[in-house]
């Protein structure tokens, strides 16, 4: 690549140490080093504009207090959902809005799995292809065990809500024990198997959590495939919107990186470095809510049980759950999936804490009749 007159160097303090240098812009990822990076730049006066949200969800309370006190900007739109400006909307477009919930799709390589899955193939498969074709990388446990999506939902919560970031408070489930047969089962029963990013403000703190979740197929969500990212927000004022577009990829991530250089650069030449709080906050504003823990969420649930072929096994089921306050919406078993004395029962319950599920699971697990685990799907109507 020709660079004509624009000095090149493998030292990356080169940048942060010139004078010259207004905007240092950080793309090279993980922790540490781009922790460094984005610290030092801060301190010698000079703006950031950051595609790394890794660094933001785990750093970004320390980060953005340093760029505070420096009186410069730390700009991290490319960091969230890549070419859909959400971050904009959630701090500016939504600044009239009591904001209540963010649900959304916002890993593309884990959307492209499920819904590769719809045609009956195997979790292994789709991932090898995902990698194939750049969508996954070779070590993708962030992308299918939902570390990437909790990372860009602490951001997207911290900034709809009003919070610190609090990743490590978060819980985070991957999709790699979903199967084929969940996901046909879960369109017999009128649903669609997402992996979403959900943040939720309740009076006595804030649910934060990614997890695979069963959506009615009627809502627009649902109709989100392959690697694209869509992202529901709930506003007192405005109700439902959805933000829909690409996640990720070279070209909406540099989108995004040039639309924060334009806008910091705008603000500069205003005379006003920062004009939107960081989280879109007042720091003073910030409240320090807590992050509940799962136990106190409250979803529907969708159960296979691999039940042996006995007779009142379905009574018995149902009377554990009973027992636990849970009421059933749907069952399913079909004698044609009989097979070696098992058979899978499919259960769609009506919502309850998941305090209560935890503890009927375990009784289940407990019985003669029970084969394996019990496999846990929740759901979400976003009504």
Same mark, same amino acid.
């Given at each position: 690549?020709?660079?004509?007159?624009?000095?090149?160097?493998?030292?990356?303090?080169?940048?942060?140490?010139? *004078?010259?240098? %207004?905007?240092?812009?950080?793309?090279?990822?993980?922790?540490?080093?781009?922790?460094?990076?984005?610290?030092?730049?801060?301190?010698?006066?000079?703006?950031?504009?950051?595609?790394?949200?890794?660094?933001?969800?785990?750093?970004?309370?320390?980060?953005?207090?340093?760029?505070?006190?420096?009186?410069?900007?730390?700009?991290?739109?490319?960091?969230?959902?890549?070419?859909? &400006?959400?971050? $904009?909307?959630?701090?500016?477009?939504?600044?009239?809005?009591?904001? %209540?919930?963010?649900?959304?799709?916002?890993?593309?390589?884990?959307?492209?799995?499920?819904?590769?899955?719809?045609?009956?193939?195997?979790?292994?498969?789709?991932?090898?292809?995902?990698?194939?074709?750049?969508?996954?990388?070779?070590? &993708?446990?962030?992308?299918?065990?939902?570390?990437?999506?909790?990372?860009?939902?602490?951001?997207?919560?911290?900034?709809?809500?009003?919070? =610190?970031?609090?990743?490590?408070?978060?819980?985070?489930?991957?999709?790699?024990?979903?199967? *084929?047969?969940?996901?046909?089962?879960?369109?017999?029963?009128?649903?669609?198997?997402?992996?979403?990013?959900?943040?939720?403000?309740?009076?006595?703190?804030?649910?934060?959590?990614?997890? *695979?979740?069963?959506? =009615?197929?009627?809502?627009?969500?649902?109709?989100?495939?392959?690697?694209?990212?869509?992202?529901?927000?709930?506003?007192?004022?405005?109700?439902?919107?959805?933000?829909?577009? =690409?996640?990720?990829?070279?070209?909406?991530?540099?989108?995004?990186?040039?639309?924060?250089?334009?806008?910091?650069?705008?603000?500069?030449?205003?005379?006003?470095?920062?004009?939107?709080?960081?989280?879109?906050? +007042? *720091?003073?504003?910030?409240?320090?809510?807590?992050?509940?823990?799962?136990?106190?969420?409250?979803?529907?649930?969708?159960?296979?049980?691999?039940?042996?072929?006995? =007779?009142?096994?379905?009574?018995?089921?149902?009377?554990?759950?009973?027992?636990?306050?849970?009421?059933?919406?749907?069952?399913?078993? $079909?004698?044609?999936?009989?097979?070696?004395?098992?058979? &899978?029962?499919?259960?769609?319950?009506?919502?309850?804490?998941?305090?209560?599920?935890?503890?009927?699971?375990?009784?289940?697990?407990?019985?003669?009749?029970? %084969?394996?685990?019990?496999?846990?799907?929740?759901? +979400?109507?976003?009504?």
């Amino acid at each position: 690549m020709d660079l004509g007159d624009v000095p090149f160097s493998t030292d990356i303090f080169d940048v942060v140490n010139d *004078p010259s240098v %207004d905007i240092v812009v950080e793309l090279i990822g993980g922790y540490d080093a781009a922790k460094e990076l984005v610290l030092a730049a801060v301190r010698n006066g000079k703006h950031v504009v950051t595609a790394n949200k890794a660094l933001i969800a785990v750093h970004g309370n320390e980060i953005f207090e340093a760029a505070d006190k420096a009186g410069v900007v730390v700009a991290y739109e490319a960091g969230v959902a890549g070419g859909i &400006p959400v971050m $904009k909307a959630v701090r500016e477009g939504m600044a009239a809005n009591r904001i %209540d919930w963010i649900a959304g799709i916002i890993n593309g390589t884990g959307n492209y799995i499920l819904t590769e899955m719809r045609a009956g193939r195997e979790f292994s498969e789709v991932l090898k292809e995902a990698q194939d074709l750049g969508y996954a990388e070779a070590d &993708p446990t962030f992308d299918v065990e939902g570390i990437d999506a909790a990372h860009k939902l602490t951001i997207l919560a911290s900034a709809g809500f009003g919070v =610190p970031l609090q990743f490590e408070k978060g819980f985070t489930e991957g999709i790699s024990k979903i199967t *084929p047969y969940d996901i046909a089962h879960a369109e017999l029963l009128g649903y669609r198997i997402k992996h979403l990013g959900i943040a939720r403000r309740r009076e006595d703190g804030i649910e934060l959590r990614v997890h *695979p979740t069963l959506v =009615p197929k009627s809502h627009l969500i649902a109709q989100v495939d392959g690697v694209l990212n869509a992202v529901l927000v709930d506003g007192d004022a405005v109700g439902q919107t959805m933000y829909y577009g =690409p996640g990720a990829g070279d070209e909406a991530t540099a989108s995004a990186v040039i639309a924060d250089i334009v806008d910091v650069a705008r603000g500069v030449a205003c005379g006003s470095s920062q004009r939107v709080p960081y989280l879109g906050f +007042e *720091p003073d504003a910030i409240e320090e809510l807590d992050v509940l823990s799962m136990e106190d969420v409250q979803s529907a649930y969708y159960l296979r049980i691999t039940a042996l072929d006995r =007779p009142g096994v379905l009574a018995k089921i149902a009377s554990v759950l009973s027992e636990h306050g849970i009421n059933i919406e749907s069952i399913m078993q $079909k004698e044609s999936e009989l097979k070696d004395g098992r058979i &899978p029962v499919i259960i769609l319950t009506h919502t309850v804490q998941e305090r209560q599920m935890n503890r009927s699971i375990e009784e289940l697990e407990g019985l003669s009749d029970i %084969d394996g685990q019990v496999i846990r799907i929740r759901a +979400e109507n976003f009504n």
